[in-house]
């Protein structure tokens, strides 16, 4: 079972970046593809971006495509998201979450999908 804790978020401008970092621990970050999710009160997980097993593949929502970038680094066992161009309607916490899959290309957009979740961490944009 693999532990998740996210970091790097905060209060920043529109316009403004914040790279946000997820650490595993307890597992091998390479057997699992990896998401972000964002949620504000009220509201369930929205999917921001996957990457797979190995980082071959990508999958972001439209809301983000163009202005953030999700990548990992399997032997840090760590699973970024570079955020540029932020806008207060990007404000939420935000999730990492662990797949665990068989396949080395799946990068998944459903909450659905994923098997491990870290607690979050809040990034709020002021217009």
């Known amino acids: 079972q693999v532990a998740l804790v996210e970091s790097g978020g905060g209060l920043v401008q529109a316009g403004g970046s914040l790279r946000l970092s997820c650490a595993a621990s307890g597992g091998t970050l390479s057997n699992y593809a990896m998401g972000w999710f964002r949620q504000v009160p009220g509201k369930e997980h929205d999917f921001v971006a996957a990457?797979?097993?190995?980082?071959?593949?990508?999958n972001y929502a439209d809301s983000v495509k163009g202005r953030f970038t999700i990548s990992r680094d399997n032997a840090k066992n760590t699973v970024y998201l570079q955020m540029n161009g932020l806008k207060p309607e990007d404000t939420a916490v935000y999730f990492c979450?662990?797949?665990?899959?068989?396949?080395?290309?799946?990068?998944?957009?459903?909450?659905?999908?994923?098997?491990?979740w870290g607690q979050g961490t809040q990034v709020t944009v002021s217009s």
């Open positions: 990457i797979s097993r190995s980082g071959g593949r990508t």
């Open positions: 979450a662990a797949d665990r899959t068989f396949y080395s290309d799946r990068a998944y957009n459903t909450e659905s999908s994923y098997d491990y």
